[in-house]
């Protein structure tokens, strides 16, 4: 699978290879986007590994615009090659529109049209695009029934409370578990259920909402997808803008459906807390463990709805285990500071070769910092050293007693170390710093060895790792 699989696809669709293809910042899934233009066209092309999420993705869509729906159209495709291309509906997201339009709580009024227009399309969604829809291209299930929660809720479990060092008891947390999500599935869920119904899957065309990213839909209960919107962690809407888009929702169900309000409202809170939950699953999973330190900011957010929802709600049924991790989240000062909801800052140390080409950022950050040691002595003209490494002593104590490679490593700490005060206020939790040299075995070496020793005396954890070495020892 690769970008020539695509190219190949547009100039079978359109008659002529793009102009251009220009890749698009990555999303929580292991799907690359593309945008592909030429002869006064745009289209997004995806490359998506897995074959049942894009058959999920391309026959919703199709049945979506089929009912009139706001969707991407599909130009083409080639399930073979696991590949696809759609409408390019722009860059502007819902949730990008409200933060370029708000002064803390103050929201401007064509964000909250615009939020009107999204909660009225939802029940068409759930309603009217629900006959007819082929479920059996559901992925991964065609219902979110009782073991789909109990995915979720373990997904918190082990990618949250886990990494967040979060203690609890393992069997009687799973008894809660069972007992709430049995509750949760006596709601009615004959509907379709977006499943990632929140403000980064809505685009803004023309002053519409267009709707993305329902791949993982399936049947399920309607209370899902609101509490997904309304509780959307960074947009933190304000709880008065929430309770009157819940009423216009609630009255444009109606209009379609006969809806038991008490019955409704009942379950709501419940369903927003599973939602909560199952976001902060991803949080940690690419926060913690992917060190991807967006995602780590909207911890604070997500504690926050949790306490709103617990403080104005009271579940009818016991979750001991439960209510006691609910509790420790709310008083965690912790991962309640914003920035500060993560691990230490780690630098990421690399030696490499410029004749084996420049290194790579593998965990998609960008920036960081590259240095040159071509310019300082070089221990490799010497027979002597030449079997040896920056890591042996001979040539430590060569470059050691060099004036020039003292000088640069000063300059070179001073650089990264005032970067790495800077995020780490920031709550950024990865620096890339690389050095190169002409074979990446001895200046690059030293130097790279000597600023972990640095950055380990001020206590910054740091990785550290020689890529020619490595390549050597394999």
Known sequence: MSVSALEQLYRSAFGRAPEAVEA??????????????????SVIGALGPDAAENRAFLSFSRHFRSVGLNVPEVYAEDA?????????????????????????????????????????????????????LDYS???????????????????FKYYFLRLAGVPFDEQALEDDFQRFAGWLIEAPRDYFLYRDFQSRNVMVRDGEPWFIDYQGGRKGALQYDIASLLFDAKADLPFELRGRLLREYLEAVAERVPVDRAAFMERLPGFVLVRIMQAMG?????????????????????????ERVLESHEL????????????????????????????????????????????????????????????????GRDAAFAPL???DAA?????????????FLDR??????????????????????????????????????RLAERLRRRGVPVELSHRELGKAAA
Not at 296 to 305: C, G, K, T, Y
């Open 24 to 41: 698009l910042k990555a999303d929580g899934s292991a799907r690359r986007l593309f945008r592909m233009s030429g002869g006064g066209r």
């Open 316 to 379: 009818p049924l016991e979750l001991p285990a439960l209510s006691a991790v609910w509790r420790s989240l709310i008083g965690s000062e912790h991962l309640r500071r914003p920035g500060t909801a993560s691990m230490a800052l780690t630098v990421r140390l690399q030696s490499f070769s410029y004749k084996a080409g420049m290194p790579v950022d593998d965990k998609g950050h960008g920036g960081g910092f590259v240095f040159d040691c071509r310019a300082l002595p070089n221990p």
């Open 282 to 306: 991803t949080y940690g999973l690419r926060g913690f463990y992917e060190r991807k330190v967006h995602f780590l900011q909207s911890i604070p957010f997500a504690i926050r709805n949790l």
């Open 395 to 407: 040539v430590a104590e060569f470059l050691g007693k060099s004036r020039e490679a003292a000088d």
């Open 389 to 391: 490494t920056g890591r």
């Open 412 to 449: 070179a700490a001073a650089l990264v170390e005032s970067a790495v005060d800077n995020y780490r206020s920031r709550g950024f939790t990865d620096l890339f710093v690389a050095f190169g040299c002409t074979g990446g075995r001895h200046r690059s070496v030293y130097c790279a060895e």
């Open 137 to 155: 291209a559901c992925y991964p299930r065609a219902s979110f029934d009782k073991q789909s929660m109990l995915w979720d809720l373990n997904h």
């Open 80 to 132: 073979g090659r696991n590949v696809y291309i759609e409408e390019d509906l722009g860059d502007t997201t819902l949730f990008q529109f409200l933060c370029a339009n708000r002064d803390g709580a103050d929201i401007a009024p064509q964000v909250v049209e615009l939020y009107r227009k999204v909660v009225r399309a939802l029940p068409r969604f759930q309603v009217d695009g629900a006959k007819g």
